[in-house]
T-cell receptor
Framework: AQKITQTQPGMFVQEKEAVTLDCTYD???????LFWYKQPSSGEMIFLIY??????QNATEGRYSLNFQKARKSANLVISASQLGDSAMYFC?????????????FGAGTTVTVRA | NAGVTQTPKFQVLKTGQSMTLQCAQD?????MSWYRQDPGMGLRLIHY???????DQGEVPNGYNVSRSTTEDFPLRLLSAAPSQTSVYFC?????????????FGNGTRLTVT
């Protein structure tokens, strides 16, 4: 079964507007970590934000915030005041303690294009 | 702070050749790993290490070897390159193997096998 689902293959957003990227996850663990990464066209993978399963507050990092709804198993990324440099692929990922290899399970990604 | 450093950035190999992708981190991270990224397949774990002297297989280990003689270095060896190994390879490390420890990635190596 797919552990991370990102249903939006691509999105367009106007510069200075906010955009929400959807992510749902599937796990039977009570403890887990959720992460968002950015991959610009240059190819590197950049860690953006982390949300722990026990965190009661939504995580924020600058213009990035995570809308965490545990009961719905969703962890949507909100990018506020979009900039042209935000154009990239965005991946949602999860790390589970019962995973024998401690790996990150990634979603398929969402491509964001910011229009001037 | 360099973070995770991968070399080379690009590589072209002929089928059957061998090579080593280098990975070094300067953050004193316990956990290190190698992923490959392919269109439509996402990122898949090749090998990982939870500390110096300890390595184990991930999801797609065939055709690759790793070693971890020091905390800092985690090279990936392609034993006999095949066209199916054409991919983008990422080395990633984290402070620990805990679920709440974010992975930090190198800039990737784009490998083409002809």
């Amino acid at each position: 079964a797919q552990k991370i689902t990102q249903t939006q293959p691509g999105m367009f957003v106007q510069e200075k507007e906010a955009v929400t990227l959807d992510c749902t996850y599937d796990t039977s663990d009570q403890s887990y970590g959720l992460f968002w990464y950015k991959q610009p066209s240059s190819g590197e993978m950049i860690f953006l934000i982390y949300q722990g399963s026990y965190d009661e507050q939504n995580a924020t990092e600058g213009r990035y915030s995570l809308n965490f709804q545990k009961a719905r198993k969703s962890a949507n990324l909100v990018i506020s005041a979009s900039q042209l440099g935000d154009s990239a692929m965005y991946f949602c990922a999860m790390r589970e303690p019962r995973s024998n290899d401690y790996k990150l399970s990634f979603g398929a990604g969402t491509t964001v294009t910011v229009r001037a | 702070n360099a973070g995770v450093t991968q070399t080379p950035k690009f590589q072209v190999l002929k089928t059957g050749q061998s090579m080593t992708l280098q990975c070094a981190q300067d953050m004193n991270h316990e956990y290190m790993s190698w992923y490959r990224q392919d269109p439509g397949m996402g990122l898949r774990l090749i090998h990982y290490s939870v500390g110096a002297g300890i390595t184990d297989q991930g999801e797609v280990p065939n055709g690759y070897n790793v070693s971890r003689s020091t905390t800092e270095d985690f090279p990936l060896r392609l034993l006999s390159a095949a066209p199916s190994q054409t991919s983008v390879y990422f080395c990633a490390s984290s402070h620990s193997s805990s679920y709440n420890s974010p992975l930090h990635f190198g800039n990737g190596t784009r490998l083409t096998v002809t």
